[in-house]
């Protein structure tokens, strides 16, 4: 609050000193900027848990009947007709580990599109959105379990982010959408 002026030259100088005081006082100390954050949305597959970044999700649709494609890589178990088109449906367990059992009508998939790209998932659960730390550097480190190319990195309580962009032109789940 600033003091009150009056007339004459002694409250000019008694207003202006409490003025400079006030300017003169040390700034608040500013905070650190907040680390910047991506949102990805969690799915649980097997026994690993994964997650992709938000924008490149377009939705989750319950799996309708499966049709499976004969000669295709064993992480494509089949293809759905979603809105008019044929999605192939991608199950990320058979790159890590022995193929699992044939999906059944109902579970999850996450619908996923980058470029001219799209693909279903193929998920035991969705658990939900998160917020991450967006940092870029990858922490994959360990290649010979077939990581590197597909995830961004693996962040500390074991989720798996993972690069659709990379995965879509993996040549273990590569497939030509091209018209």
């Known amino acids: 609050m600033q003091p009150r002026l009056e007339s004459g030259p002694q409250s000019e100088t008694t207003v202006l000193r409490a003025r400079a005081r006030e300017l003169a006082r040390p700034l608040a100390p500013a905070s650190a900027p907040a680390p910047a954050t991506q949102s990805v949305l969690v799915f649980a597959t097997g026994s690993e848990r994964y997650g992709v970044d938000t924008v490149d999700v377009a939705e989750v649709v319950a799996l309708p009947n499966l049709t499976p494609v004969p000669l295709t890589p064993p992480t494509i178990v089949g293809v759905m007709n979603h809105r008019g088109r044929i999605l192939p449906i991608v199950d990320l367990v058979p790159l890590f580990g022995p193929p699992r059992p044939a999906p059944v009508p109902g579970a999850p998939i996450v619908v996923v599109s980058v470029g001219d790209v799209t693909l279903g998932l193929l998920t ?38 993972l690069d659709i962009g990379k995965l879509a032109s993996d040549q273990r789940v590569a497939v030509d959408q091209t018209p």
Request: overall charge negative; proline content about 0%.
């Open 124 to 161: 035991d659960d969705v658990v939900g959105v998160a917020s991450v730390l967006a940092d870029t550097a990858s922490l994959v480190s360990h290649d010979e379990e077939g990581w590197r190319g597909i995830a961004r990195r693996i962040v500390a309580d074991g989720l798996v982010l």
